[in-house]
Protein backbone atom coordinates (compact mmCIF):
# COMPACT_ATOMS: atom_id res chain seq x y z
CA UNK A 1 0.00 0.00 0.00
CA UNK A 2 1.18 3.56 -1.25
CA UNK A 3 1.64 5.88 1.27
CA UNK A 4 0.17 8.49 -1.15
CA UNK A 5 -2.89 6.87 -1.21
CA UNK A 6 -3.63 6.49 2.48
CA UNK A 7 -6.15 9.32 2.11
CA UNK A 8 -8.85 7.56 0.01
CA UNK A 9 -8.61 4.83 2.78
CA UNK A 10 -10.23 7.54 5.57
CA UNK A 11 -12.75 5.63 7.32
CA UNK A 12 -15.71 7.76 8.94
CA UNK A 13 -14.14 7.44 12.85
CA UNK A 14 -15.47 9.46 15.85
CA UNK A 15 -11.94 10.75 17.86
CA UNK A 16 -12.25 8.64 20.78
CA UNK A 17 -12.29 11.46 23.27
CA UNK A 18 -15.75 11.86 25.80
CA UNK A 19 -15.89 14.84 28.65
CA UNK A 20 -14.85 12.30 31.07
CA UNK A 21 -12.12 10.20 29.07
CA UNK A 22 -8.17 9.96 30.91
CA UNK A 23 -5.97 10.39 28.73
CA UNK A 24 -2.40 9.80 29.04
CA UNK A 25 -0.26 12.35 26.24
CA UNK A 26 3.22 11.82 25.98
CA UNK A 27 5.93 14.41 24.61
CA UNK A 28 3.47 17.21 26.06
CA UNK A 29 6.01 20.28 25.22
CA UNK A 30 4.26 23.44 26.14
CA UNK A 31 1.19 21.97 26.18
CA UNK A 32 -0.41 23.40 23.19
CA UNK A 33 -2.47 19.83 22.37
CA UNK A 34 -2.65 19.04 26.06
CA UNK A 35 -4.63 22.64 26.35
CA UNK A 36 -7.21 22.01 23.43
CA UNK A 37 -7.69 18.03 24.77
CA UNK A 38 -8.23 19.50 28.44
CA UNK A 39 -11.51 21.62 27.53
CA UNK A 40 -12.60 18.55 25.24
CA UNK A 41 -12.86 16.25 28.80
CA UNK A 42 -14.06 18.73 31.91
CA UNK A 43 -14.74 15.45 33.54
CA UNK A 44 -11.63 13.70 32.67
CA UNK A 45 -8.42 14.23 33.41
CA UNK A 46 -4.85 14.64 30.86
CA UNK A 47 -1.07 12.87 32.30
CA UNK A 48 1.10 14.70 30.39
CA UNK A 49 4.44 13.47 30.71
CA UNK A 50 7.24 15.58 29.07
CA UNK A 51 10.89 14.29 29.21
CA UNK A 52 12.21 18.53 29.19
CA UNK A 53 12.25 20.31 32.47
CA UNK A 54 12.50 23.43 30.32
CA UNK A 55 10.33 22.75 27.77
CA UNK A 56 7.52 21.69 30.17
CA UNK A 57 7.43 25.13 32.28
CA UNK A 58 4.66 26.66 30.51
CA UNK A 59 2.32 23.40 31.02
CA UNK A 60 2.93 23.95 34.71
CA UNK A 61 1.55 27.09 34.79
CA UNK A 62 -1.63 25.85 32.55
CA UNK A 63 -1.58 23.00 35.45
CA UNK A 64 -2.35 25.38 37.77
CA UNK A 65 -5.20 27.30 36.07
CA UNK A 66 -6.63 24.09 34.87
CA UNK A 67 -7.49 21.38 37.27
CA UNK A 68 -7.52 18.19 35.07
CA UNK A 69 -4.16 18.24 33.90
CA UNK A 70 -0.95 16.61 35.43
CA UNK A 71 1.99 17.18 34.40
CA UNK A 72 4.61 14.60 34.98
CA UNK A 73 8.50 15.48 33.99
CA UNK A 74 9.62 12.12 32.66
CA UNK A 75 11.61 9.99 30.19
CA UNK A 76 8.46 7.89 28.37
CA UNK A 77 11.14 4.76 27.86
CA UNK A 78 11.08 4.35 31.85
CA UNK A 79 7.21 3.97 32.33
CA UNK A 80 8.11 2.28 35.95
CA UNK A 81 9.71 6.07 36.77
CA UNK A 82 5.53 7.15 36.43
CA UNK A 83 3.60 4.41 36.90
CA UNK A 84 2.33 5.32 40.39
CA UNK A 85 1.44 9.06 39.45
CA UNK A 86 -1.00 8.17 36.44
CA UNK A 87 -4.51 5.64 36.56
CA UNK A 88 -5.50 3.71 34.02
CA UNK A 89 -6.52 5.39 30.75
CA UNK A 90 -9.35 5.38 27.89
CA UNK A 91 -6.57 7.27 25.22
CA UNK A 92 -3.01 7.57 24.88
CA UNK A 93 -2.13 10.56 22.71
CA UNK A 94 1.33 10.03 21.73
CA UNK A 95 3.70 12.62 19.73
CA UNK A 96 7.36 12.14 20.22
CA UNK A 97 10.14 12.68 17.64
CA UNK A 98 12.30 9.80 18.76
CA UNK A 99 13.71 6.59 16.80
CA UNK A 100 12.08 4.51 18.92
CA UNK A 101 8.56 5.71 18.48
CA UNK A 102 6.41 2.75 18.62
CA UNK A 103 8.95 1.18 21.33
CA UNK A 104 7.64 3.72 23.50
CA UNK A 105 4.10 3.29 23.22
CA UNK A 106 4.29 -0.35 23.69
CA UNK A 107 6.18 0.49 26.95
CA UNK A 108 3.29 2.41 28.07
CA UNK A 109 0.43 0.20 26.45
CA UNK A 110 0.26 -1.41 29.98
CA UNK A 111 -1.84 2.05 31.51
CA UNK A 112 -4.45 1.26 28.72
CA UNK A 113 -7.76 0.16 29.46
CA UNK A 114 -8.61 -2.85 27.29
CA UNK A 115 -11.48 -1.12 25.14
CA UNK A 116 -9.09 2.24 25.30
CA UNK A 117 -7.84 4.23 22.17
CA UNK A 118 -4.36 5.33 20.81
CA UNK A 119 -3.81 8.20 18.88
CA UNK A 120 0.24 8.19 17.52
CA UNK A 121 1.50 10.71 15.49
CA UNK A 122 4.19 9.01 13.83
CA UNK A 123 7.31 10.97 12.69
CA UNK A 124 8.81 9.02 9.94
CA UNK A 125 11.52 10.87 9.72
CA UNK A 126 12.83 10.55 13.27
CA UNK A 127 12.64 6.41 12.77
CA UNK A 128 14.99 6.66 9.47
CA UNK A 129 16.59 9.88 7.68
CA UNK A 130 17.41 8.13 4.95
CA UNK A 131 14.82 5.57 4.21
CA UNK A 132 11.97 6.75 2.09
CA UNK A 133 9.00 7.84 3.96
CA UNK A 134 7.28 4.45 2.46
CA UNK A 135 9.31 1.74 3.23
CA UNK A 136 9.42 3.60 7.27
CA UNK A 137 5.41 3.55 7.00
CA UNK A 138 4.87 0.33 5.75
CA UNK A 139 7.46 -1.03 8.57
CA UNK A 140 5.93 1.11 11.23
CA UNK A 141 2.40 -0.32 9.93
CA UNK A 142 3.57 -4.20 10.68
CA UNK A 143 4.98 -3.51 14.11
CA UNK A 144 2.09 -1.82 15.33
CA UNK A 145 -0.42 -4.64 13.91
CA UNK A 146 1.32 -6.97 15.74
CA UNK A 147 0.19 -6.05 18.88
CA UNK A 148 -2.83 -3.21 18.06
CA UNK A 149 -5.72 -3.38 15.68
CA UNK A 150 -5.49 -0.06 12.97
CA UNK A 151 -8.83 1.48 13.32
CA UNK A 152 -7.77 4.67 10.99
CA UNK A 153 -4.62 6.42 9.02
CA UNK A 154 -4.47 9.58 8.21
CA UNK A 155 -1.66 11.51 6.17
CA UNK A 156 -1.10 15.15 7.64
CA UNK A 157 -1.17 17.14 4.65
CA UNK A 158 1.06 19.84 5.21
CA UNK A 159 3.62 17.52 7.00
CA UNK A 160 4.15 14.54 4.35
CA UNK A 161 6.68 13.11 7.20
CA UNK A 162 3.81 12.58 9.51
CA UNK A 163 1.21 9.87 9.84
CA UNK A 164 -1.85 9.58 12.85
CA UNK A 165 -2.98 6.39 13.14
CA UNK A 166 -5.98 5.60 15.22
CA UNK A 167 -5.44 2.53 17.18
CA UNK A 168 -6.73 0.25 19.85
CA UNK A 169 -6.35 -3.13 21.49
C1 LIG B 1 6.77 17.37 18.74
S1 LIG B 1 6.90 17.83 20.42
C2 LIG B 1 5.25 17.61 20.94
C3 LIG B 1 4.35 18.79 20.66
C4 LIG B 1 3.03 18.64 21.39
N1 LIG B 1 2.44 17.38 21.04
C5 LIG B 1 2.06 19.74 21.02
O1 LIG B 1 1.32 19.58 20.04
O2 LIG B 1 2.00 20.72 21.74
C6 LIG B 1 7.68 16.41 21.11
C7 LIG B 1 7.97 16.51 22.59
O3 LIG B 1 8.31 15.21 23.05
C8 LIG B 1 9.30 15.33 24.06
N2 LIG B 1 9.97 14.03 24.19
C9 LIG B 1 10.91 13.50 23.36
N3 LIG B 1 11.32 12.31 23.83
C10 LIG B 1 10.63 12.06 24.97
C11 LIG B 1 10.63 10.99 25.90
N4 LIG B 1 11.42 9.93 25.75
N5 LIG B 1 9.79 11.07 26.96
C12 LIG B 1 8.98 12.15 27.12
N6 LIG B 1 8.94 13.19 26.28
C13 LIG B 1 9.75 13.16 25.20
C14 LIG B 1 10.19 16.46 23.54
O4 LIG B 1 10.96 17.03 24.58
C15 LIG B 1 9.16 17.40 22.91
O5 LIG B 1 8.78 18.40 23.83
Not at 12 to 32: F, M, N, Q, R, W
Not at 51 to 64: C, E, G, K, R
Amino acid sequence: MKISKLTTLRKKTELPIKEDSKILYIGASHGVTVNLLSDLVPKGHIFAVEISPLTIQNLLFLADKKKNISPIIADANKPETYKDLITEVDLIYQDIAQKNQIEILFKNLQFLKKDGFIILMLKLKSISSTLPNEKIFQKAKDELSKKLKIVNIYVIETHKDHVAFILNQ
